[in-house]
């Protein structure tokens, strides 16, 4: 059983990396072009206009697999500066300041950075061509 777990790996690797990609995409959408509606609506600006471009560009590449590591790094940063500066001054506890999110994709993206895009990215088709 431990073989074929270790199979499959690569690919559910890219499965994660696909849907957290995906779901990232929605929150620069948000700030971006206020889609999907949310309470605090679209057109955002400042700090918020930086992170809603990194969350739906670079959401876009982090799903395609193109430029993972790279792309990862800075989403892991970006997570980790959302968390500081929007989240832990309301309070200590995560669960209570509402930055749990941020948190878990900070370490989500900051493993693909080490880790790559997995056995479907378009870096592994790339590579296979040189």
Sequence with gaps: MNSSLT????RILSILRI???????WH???KLFGFPPS?????ASG???VAGILEFFGGSLFLLGL????????????MAAAYFMAHAP?????????????VLYCFVFLYFAFA??????????IRKRD
Aim: charged share 10%; aromatic share 12%; glycine share 18%.
């Design 116 to 125: 790559g895009g997995g056995a479907w990215s378009l870096d592994r088709l």
């Design 47 to 49: 700090l918020m206009l």
């Design 19 to 25: 849907i957290a990609g995906f779901l990232l995409i």
């Design 67 to 78: 430029f993972t590591r790279p792309v990862a790094f800075i989403l892991s940063g970006l």
């Design 28 to 30: 620069g959408s948000q």
């Design 90 to 102: 309301q309070d200590f506890f995560p669960i209570i300041n509402k930055g749990e999110l941020a």
């Design 7 to 10: 199979t499959w790996t690569p």
């Design 39 to 43: 309470p605090g609506g679209g057109n």
